[in-house]
């Protein structure tokens, strides 16, 4: 049996530590070479330390270990809200904003609003069979990016990686200003704090997000669901209302100004088509999040596609016919305008009852949870990209809850700063959206054909001729929403992409760059050091830091100075005669500095010194005293930090720094 003793006093030698609780307090021997912690963890000590675990725990919940990443996998059930309420939600503006692109050439262009969605329902399905070719072929998830930088290059990667980020980011943006527009458009008074609303919905999201994915499927299953049933119930009604002559009208609703002022033409079509296709982004998330399915990954992953892109085209058709029917048009009254949908809602379920209500609030729910797909592939497709050097390290990390909170954070303060940008304006967000997840898209489906005339495996004729056509038709809505699309603001994502393609490779080559430097070949041996060492220790007053400084230096080496910066000749012989006598063999030396200048003349003292012996090393070591609260961190100065970075890098110097921090 297993020693549980604490290890009081036993060396560790060559064992084996497990720690597999944060914070463990205590260690025992389970076995030869094996340790392991105690799984009792230190407590918080003062009564502030516990109030705040106690609020990170409510907030986060409890740690989780890397063991646990396979229970955090995703049923269907539950991956279908994470990564389709994105794609789904669209229905609650897609429709509308291709009228408000349609009314310019008047009210009797809406005609074309049904046959557009038809297009965009056909063009929804070339899509979900090529990511269905994605997914089989790609199982480890990436989606457009990692597709595209296998068969196409770095470069058709990282734009692939940018367009995506960009949607992503404009995705919460757009979809939350779209459920805060939900329900200002029930209530109207609330308007005037739709940016606050906006901002707040953002953070309670990303909250949910760190405390990990299934988490979050678990909580937003329910809107969810519940959005999908009364989108289906509408659909159902009024469809019956309209087949037995029931169907009502829209009344009490402000038209827009300027309508009937634009000629109907194939470029204004071509703008109603590509706000249109806004209903298709986010189609991508579940090629990119293959691995958070529960296994078999891959096959889970095709069949959570299927039912997405179904419930998409139903939903999305069925609100552009009723629509159509009932005679929505986009508002023009004040506090932000009543969306198309909720004038849909109000006209089939017979005026703002409970079934309209819980339609409004479920709306605002799937809109504000489409975020959460963003949330969900975000953060994995910046660690993948940190994987591969073109991102930041930290992005690649995964938190206590097995999220990547440096993904999660940075998206949602990105989206918020967008959204308070624009002042949660749908109409404006929407200008930029689509292109990106397009461009995405066409380069996703265009490496997927040379993937399949590369393997040539079984059956890759067909596969290659689904993604031709999906590279294909993909590429023509690049260019039309480019063109159509230019004026609204898609001028800023064509230069925003470029521009974070070019962050990522300046990450990756100073990436390459560093590990370069660092790098220490397999074959070079490393002998005992031969140069003789002296130890400088800074000191700008008799302190406790200094005492502790010294102590470690006289470790290090037989010469030992201690070197104090004066502006005061006399100030520093009292500074002298002190260490002298509380640290009797120490070696003052005072650097006088008439011109006030504190650092400068430390350094230019250690390059004199030391080129008087240059086999010499000198160690320097830098006494820092450790603030106990945030506000003291004003109260001191930076000298320390300056030294530091005039000798770091310098082959004759290594500089170490000595914290301290005075008890409790």
Known sequence: MADQRPLQGRKLGDRRVIVDRPHARYFRYLGPGVLEAKLEAQAPRTAQQRRLATIRGILFGRPLSSAADLTERLPIWKALPVFSSDVMSSVAYATGAMMLILVGAGQSSFQFVLGLSVVVVALLVIVTFSYRQTIRAYPNGGGSYIVAHANLGVLAGLIAAGSLLTDYVLTVSVSVSAGVQAIYSAFPAIYEWRVHLIALSILLVMVVNLRGLRESGTLFASPTYIFIGSMLLLIVAGVFQSMTGNLAQVKDVAPLTGVGTETMGIFLLCKAFADGCSAMTGTEAVANGVPAFQPVEWKNAQKTMIIMATLLGIMFLGTSYLALNVGAHPSGGGGGGESVLSQVGRTVFGG?????????????????????????????????????????????????????????????????????????????????????????????????????????????????????????????????????????????????????????????????????????????????????????????????????????????????????????????????????????????????????????????????????????????????????????????????????????????????????????
């Open 352 to 664: 703002p009852g409970i079934l309209y209500y819980i339609l409004q609030f479920s709306t605002m729910g799937i809109l504000i949870l489409a975020a959460n797909t963003s949330f969900a592939d975000f953060p994995r497709l910046s660690s993948i990209l940190a994987r591969d050097g073109f991102f930041p390290r930290q992005f690649a990390l995964r938190g206590e809850r097995l999220a990547f909170n440096s993904g999660i954070v940075a998206l949602a303060l990105i989206s918020i700063a967008l959204c308070v940008a624009f002042q949660g304006s749908t109409d404006r967000l929407i200008g930029l959206y689509a292109i990106g997840v397009f461009t995405s898209f066409t380069l996703s489906q265009s490496g997927m054909v040379r993937h399949w005339f590369s393997e040539r495996g079984s059956g890759w004729r067909r596969s290659a001729l689904i993604n031709g056509i999906g590279a294909f038709v993909t590429g023509i809505v690049v260019v039309v929403i480019a063109v159509s699309k230019f004026d609204q603001g898609v001028w800023m994502i064509i230069i925003v992409v470029p521009i974070l393609v070019a962050l990522m490779l300046f990450i990756k080559r100073e990436y390459a760059m560093e590990e370069h430097g660092l790098d220490v070949q397999p074959d070079v041996v490393f002998g005992p050091p031969h140069r003789r060492q002296r130890v400088v220790v800074a000191a700008q007053a008799m302190s406790r830091a200094v005492v502790q400084a010294v102590k470690v230096a006289e470790t290090m080496g037989e010469e030992v100075q201690l070197v104090h910066v004066t502006i005061d000749p006399a100030e520093g012989e009292r500074f002298r005669e002190r260490v002298e006598r509380q640290m009797p063999g120490v070696r003052v030396v005072l650097v006088e500095s008439p011109y006030r200048a504190l650092v400068r003349p430390f350094v230019r003292y250690l390059e004199v010194s030391q080129a008087e012996d240059p086999s010499r090393l000198t160690v320097v070591l830098l006494p820092e005293h450790l603030p106990r609260h945030w506000w003291d961190r004003l109260l001191y100065n930076q000298n320390v930090h300056r030294i530091r970075a005039a000798l770091v890098g310098r082959k004759e110097f290594v500089v170490l720094d000595t914290p301290y921090r005075r008890g409790t």
